[in-house]
Nanobody, 123 residues
Framework: QVQLVESGGGLVQPGGSLRLSCAASGWTLDYYAIGWFRQAPGKEREGILCISTSAGSTYYADSVKGRFTISRDNAKNTVYLQMNSLKPEDTAVYYC????????????????WGQGTQVTVSS
């Protein structure tokens, strides 16, 4: 069964950091671009970062550029989202997704989705 599992979410104070992980179970991520998305209450799902199969290419939305970093370890079948300098507006459910292509920023091109992990930035 194809599964993506996110972990690492939680409550953090403004200015703090979190690292989210996205692990594949039962299959390999080697041939998939991986994207991170988030959805805040009452808002549409937003694509914030993606990374190509070889990690040679990345995309960052302006809202997270300079603060968030995406990386992947194909040997561990895991993709990471390092979030620094967190702001209250970063509060959302964060999802990872896999697309069977080199890289894409288009939500509808992602084939598999995780269940999401809550990130809350609050003092």
């Amino acid at each position: 069964q194809v599964q993506l599992v996110e972990s690492g979410g939680g409550l953090v104070q403004p200015g703090g950091s979190l690292r989210l992980s996205c692990a594949a179970s039962g299959w390999t991520l080697d041939y998939y671009a991986i994207g991170w998305f988030r959805q805040a209450p009452g808002k549409e799902r937003e694509g914030i970062l993606c990374i190509s199969t070889s990690a040679g290419s990345t995309y960052y939305a302006d809202s997270v550029k300079g603060r968030f970093t995406i990386s992947r370890d194909n040997a561990k079948n895991t993709v990471y989202l390092q979030m620094n300098s967190l702001k209250p507006e970063d509060t959302a459910v964060y999802y990872c997704a896999a697309a069977r292509r080199d890289i894409t920023t288009l939500t509808h091109q992602y084939d598999y989705w995780g269940q999401g992990t809550q990130v809350t930035v609050s003092s």
